[in-house]
């Protein structure tokens, strides 16, 4: 089955303890995306990757890094998590930057 | 800069009404592409139609229609015979066509409660 993986899916933890939330697909997608919900601000683009080994920052980047080593993983780290990165995210991929991007189930990220 | 606006926040209707999501967009491409994402309140994202630019052509799948006009930046999508199932949080997108990064802009949502 075609899909788009995250883990995990909820994850509660404190300030300062850092974490990846992993993310696969395996339709040989070549544009990945990572991007988070917010109340109020809808969603928000945070890092995306045009294929491997090559990322770039969206709208939100402060606070996170990606990296693209293969060409179905996308890993979203986040090496000292603070309580606004308290959020919902998604990761997407897409056949390429202009195709339709698939989301995957989301992680529930909630930081003390 | 590209922008989506749902106006409505919220809808609420009976099961078997008809109900219209609106979404107005702005961008200053030819080129673009308009989309309708669904997210039930189990949260995740569930595709549901992608449109180019170029298509005016409206679309029928099923009970769900979409009527793109572009003299009116338009991208509206209705549910006949709307269902319990159907209620959810609808979002429309929009991204522009260009050797890049092509970022989906979401609108805020328009919450959808269909009543048995």
């Known amino acids: 089955e075609a899909q788009v993986t995250q883990n995990p899916r909820y994850l509660i933890t404190v300030t300062g303890k850092k974490l990846t939330v992993t993310c696969s697909q395996n339709?040989?997608?070549?544009?990945m995306s990572w991007y988070r919900q917010d109340p109020g601000l809808g969603l928000r683009q945070i890092y995306y990757?045009?294929?491997?080994?090559?990322?770039d920052k969206g709208d939100v980047p402060e606070g996170y890094k990606v990296s693209r080593k293969e060409k179905r993983n996308f890993p979203l780290i986040l090496e000292s998590p603070s309580p606004n990165q308290t959020s919902l995210y998604f990761c997407?991929?897409?056949?390429?930057?202009?195709?339709?991007?698939?989301f995957g189930p989301g992680t529930r990220l909630t930081v003390l | 800069a590209q922008k989506v606006t749902q106006a409505q926040t919220e809808i609420s209707v009976v099961e078997k009404e008809d109900v219209t999501l609106d979404c107005v967009y702005e961008?200053?491409?030819?080129?673009?592409?308009l989309f309708w994402y669904k997210q039930p309140p189990s949260g995740e994202l569930v595709f549901l139609i992608r449109?180019?630019?170029?298509?005016?052509q409206n679309e029928i799948s099923g009970r769900y229609s979409w009527n793109f006009q572009k003299s009116t930046s338009s991208f509206n999508f209705t549910i006949t015979a709307s269902q319990v199932v159907d209620s959810a949080v609808y979002f429309c997108?929009?991204?522009?066509?260009?050797?890049?990064?092509?970022?989906?802009?979401f609108g805020k949502g328009t919450r959808l409660s269909v009543i048995a």
């Open positions: 997407a991929s897409s056949l390429d930057n202009t195709d339709t991007q698939y």
């Open positions: 339709m040989n997608h070549e544009y």
């Open positions: 990757s045009m294929n491997v080994e090559v990322t």
């Open positions: 961008t200053r491409d030819t080129t673009y592409y």
């Open positions: 449109r180019n630019s170029f298509d005016e």
């Open positions: 997108a929009l991204s522009e066509a260009f050797m890049g990064n092509t970022p989906l802009v």
